[in-house]
């Protein structure tokens, strides 16, 4: 199974953007790149996914890279409630979650 | 339009038991997936039912076993419990159509301990 690599933490300011990134170089042409968030003591929540163009949507931005070798979420004012555990995952015929990017957001 | 709904949301067995957890899809889903979560890590992957079979499996023993019904809603079986068994125990449902481009809606989970 293609895996993915990303920061176990990061920290950001409230308001101030926030770049998460994932490095998944085994991907395959037909895999597509997810991102989950999971808050505490929930279920994880869809943000955003792409297979090469890069993506907007209400909750944050994808920046996929030529060789979709990478990607980066963008938050792009990172709230209290953003606080989270982000999970970058390539989805194939099933879905695998990785250890994910723990994100604290500070006042 | 309820999302995925899983029951119970909390259980305590002992070790040796067996354990039933159940799960409603989303409105229109039909496929369900069952994911494990222990403390402090990512979901795992156990497995995937569509027209009430399995279709994809993680790498979990087979003690954990599943059954999804005509109406799509799922019950994850897991036997001889043993004490890291203990975790939080989560169901995605979504539409087999967009299988790679679907979201998953996740349950807020069953969280077993195994005493």
């Known amino acids: 199974d293609a895996k993915t690599t990303q920061p176990n933490s990061m920290e950001s300011n409230e308001e101030e953007p926030v770049h998460l990134p994932c490095n998944h170089s085994t991907i395959s042409g037909t895999d597509y790149i997810h991102w989950y968030r999971q808050l505490p003591s929930q279920g994880p929540e869809y943000v955003i996914h792409g297979l090469t163009s890069n993506v907007n949507n209400r909750m944050a931005s994808l920046a996929i890279a030529e060789d979709r070798k990478s990607s980066t979420l963008i938050l792009h004012r990172a709230t209290l409630r953003d606080a989270a555990v982000y999970y970058c995952?390539?989805?194939?015929?099933?879905?695998?979650f990785g250890a994910g990017t723990r994100l604290t957001v500070k006042p | 339009d309820a999302g995925v709904t899983q029951s119970p949301t909390h259980l305590i067995k002992t070790r040796g038991q067996q354990v039933t957890l159940r799960c409603s899809p989303k409105s229109g889903h039909d496929t369900v997936s069952w994911y494990q979560q222990a403390l402090g890590q990512g979901p795992q992957f156990i497995f995937q039912y569509y027209e009430e079979e399995e279709r994809q499996r993680g790498n979990f023993p087979d003690r954990f076993s599943g059954h999804q019904f005509p109406n799509y809603s799922s019950e994850l079986n897991v036997n001889a419990l043993w004490l890291g068994d203990s975790a939080l125990y989560l169901c995605?449902?979504?539409?087999?159509?967009?299988?790679?481009?679907?979201?998953?809606?996740f349950g807020e989970g069953s969280r077993l301990t195994v005493l």
């Open positions: 995952i390539l989805r194939g015929n099933d879905m695998r």
């Open positions: 995605a449902s979504s539409k087999l159509a967009g299988l790679n481009t679907g979201e998953l809606f």
